[in-house]
């Protein structure tokens, strides 16, 4: 028996509730269901209160395969549009209204409402569904975050869009572009629509209020386009080249490009060195995420002990936090945020600001790279057969107040061959000196597993800062750098600009090749270079084959990984080969339990404490150094069983993870084929 069959047996005998978490199960597995299947699930759920959106879903799909197309429309028009006509036909009121009274609208014929082109049907509290001549289109969040062009391509001229009807859009061109008055030359924000009607009709869904009262906006409606640009001295009297520029203030500064950190050694640096010096965005190098929180807590407690502007002056003065304007103002805030300390920390010198252009027509972006020493992962399967991806360190993003606070977020990843990165980084780590300069053990961790089970290219696709975001490939960056970087400027939402035909570190030119030889800026030798004495094949055909989704998604060929059958004796014989990552990990491990040992004997000692130990410091070392690395190897075959059977991946509110969307370039600016 199907799963709607026992719904509609359960309606029979009289248990509605029950039978409709059958119906809505049925819509939501998206089973075999005929059109009147899908049509009787839609309505028994509809009538029942059950999730209205699984009904509303199954409609639209109905009327758009031309199935019950009136009986569909008619349904959802009683049930989603009727009680929501009142407050659709207010916001197009009040929109005309503001409208009306607009100095820089020139066109006030508004239509009735009745004769609308397109009605809005409201499917949550955010979106809409456009209908049009009785054609229903697709479900749309006007407000959904997410930057969808390059409108500053060009800051040469004041900043011309057309047809933008998305209200996040639309606050961010308003949040974004300095006022005329402020950079001291006209630098209004000219909206163009080709098509007046249709500009109406998405005043119902559209929120003007607080954008039309900068007066930032000019709407020019179809063939007005011609005006572009206003000379408004002469049309308006208003003559903005007699104000100075206006220094940028704290909370102007709401645009962040984040830069994750999908593992190591992908190619980070490269793109900080070359979107450093980018004269409309403040690029910071890659700085460890423990050490930002320690700085922002610091700031907050002297802002906060600071009994006035004279003391707060000679407190930052003193440690060279050149920005004193930008000090004062933090100092001022009774409401201030750890973002608004990050805007005033990395404004405090010329180092890191002296490549920005003061007159821009926009604001900068701030670029950051919180970095992590460790990424601690864990993968575990469910009761419903998924597999559960956890990352303490990506937890900590989410829930930063600094990630919260800023309104706009462009999000890039930069990822490198996988088993190239994992070479690199098990390289820099058995390079690295026996102990660290605080003392401590440098330990590799299991990187082989690391790389498995953290799948960082992968996003919740409700998750905000992941809303728009891209996956940069760094072989990508270093054969095609300008058409990789053209288009991640489009993306990021800057021009294109000179600055970033070469590497530099705080505005000033880096040398092609460092001190100890390696190659760095555009030099193409660290894309073929795959460090194999360390790794072994073994390891990069266990990487590739449980990252073999990835690779086909991103465009990497297969160079380890054979396509052979893949069962739980090969594994172990794979895992059997791991004798590089095996390598370092005893030796590290074992180093590092021994001075932990001693450590903690030396506490018991200073305690008065006098234990019979059952071992000698070498014995216990030795022994948790063994039950470790048997963990490591039971941890492999586990996370292997559990990628081998195929299950989705989600994370810890059972969302399924979507991979994250590549950047694409233009096959014309291409120097050199793609790399596979």
């Known amino acids: ?360 027509r926009i604001t900068p972006a701030i670029m950051l790279q919180p970095h992590f020493g460790y990424f601690l992962t864990n993968m575990a399967g469910d009761s419903q057969g998924r597999a559960i991806m956890t990352s303490t360190q990506f937890d900590e993003i989410f829930n930063s107040p600094i990630f919260k606070n800023f309104k706009y977020i462009k999000t890039f990843t930069p990822m490198r061959r996988i088993t190239t990165s994992y070479a690199a980084a098990i390289r820099f780590m058995a390079n690295q000196p026996e102990y660290l300069p605080n003392g401590k053990v440098g330990v590799v961790h299991d990187e082989v597993l690391a790389r498995v089970s953290f799948r960082g290219f992968m996003k919740d696709p409700q998750e905000r800062i992941f809303k728009d975001s891209v996956v940069v490939r760094f072989e990508d960056a270093k054969l095609n750098p300008t058409a990789t970087f053209r288009a991640l400027t489009e993306f990021l939402d800057l021009p294109y600009t000179e600055s970033m035909t070469y590497c530099s570190f705080n505005g000033q030119r880096m040398e092609t090749y460092s001190e100890d030889g390696t190659a760095e800026g555009f030099d193409t030798e660290a894309v073929y270079r795959t460090h194999d004495e360390f790794a072994t094949d073994a390891e990069r055909c266990y990487i590739e084959y449980f990252l073999r989704d990835a690779y086909e998604y991103y465009g990497y060929d297969f160079h380890y990984y054979k396509g052979e059958p893949m069962d739980k004796e090969r594994v172990e014989e794979l895992i059997r080969g791991f004798s590089v990552i095996d390598h370092y990990m005893l030796t590290t491990m074992r180093l590092g339990y021994l001075k932990a040992v001693e450590y903690n004997r030396k506490e018991d000692q200073e305690a008065g404490l006098s234990p019979d130990y059952p071992e000698t410091v070498e014995e216990e070392a030795e022994r948790i150094t063994k039950e470790k690395m048997e963990e490591a190897d039971a941890k492999r075959k586990f996370v292997a069983d559990l990628l081998m059977k195929g299950i989705t991946l989600v994370n810890m509110n059972g969302r399924q993870l979507q991979f994250i969307p590549v950047l694409k370039l233009d096959p014309a600016l291409m120097e050199r084929p793609m790399y596979h």
């Open 1 to 360: 028996m199907t799963t709607i069959e026992m719904a509609r047996r359960l309606a029979e005998l009289g248990q509605a509730e029950k039978a409709c978490e059958g119906f809505a199960l049925a819509l939501r597995t998206q089973e075999d269901l005929s059109p009147a299947d899908k049509m009787e699930a839609a309505l028994f759920v509809l009538q029942l209160g059950g999730d209205y959106t699984l009904s509303y879903r199954a409609l639209l799909e109905l009327n758009r395969q031309g199935e019950y197309r009136e009986e569909s429309a008619a349904v959802m028009t009683e049930a989603f549009y009727e009680p929501n006509e009142k407050l659709l036909r207010s916001h197009y009121e009040n929109n005309c209204k503001l409208l009306r009274k607009y100095p820089y609208l020139f066109r006030k014929d508004f239509l009735p409402f009745e004769e609308l082109p397109v009605r809005f049907y409201p499917f949550d509290d955010k979106s809409f569904v456009p209908c049009r001549d009785g054609a229903f289109g697709e479900v749309t969040d006007y407000s959904e975050p997410v930057v969808t062009r390059n409108f500053f391509c060009n800051l040469d001229d004041p900043i011309l869009a057309k047809d933008v009807y998305s209200q996040y859009e639309l606050e961010y061109l308003n949040d974004n572009v300095r006022p005329s008055e402020w950079v001291g030359r006209e630098n209004h924000i000219y909206l163009h629509y080709t098509d007046w009607a249709e500009f109406c009709a998405h005043l119902q869904v559209l929120n003007l209020r607080k954008l039309l009262e900068g007066k930032k906006l000019v709407f020019l409606i179809e063939e007005e386009l011609s005006q572009y640009p206003i000379d408004f001295k002469e049309r308006f009297g208003l003559d903005y080249s007699q104000y100075p520029v206006k220094p940028l203030g704290v909370r102007e500064i709401n645009r962040l490009v984040w830069q994750t950190q999908l593992s190591y050694h992908n190619g980070g640096d490269f793109f900080n060195e070359v979107l450093d010096g980018h004269p409309n965005m403040v690029c910071t190098s890659s700085i460890m995420y423990e050490t930002l929180q320690a700085i922002f807590k610091d700031v907050a407690e002297t802002l906060d002990d600071a009994r006035n502007s004279r003391e707060i002056a000679e407190v930052f003065d003193s440690n060279d936090w050149g920005n004193a304007s930008m000090i004062q103002e933090l100092f001022r805030m009774r409401d201030r945020t750890d973002k608004d300390i990050m805007v005033a920390y990395f404004f405090r010198d010329e180092e890191h600001t002296h490549t920005l252009d003061p007159a821009a």
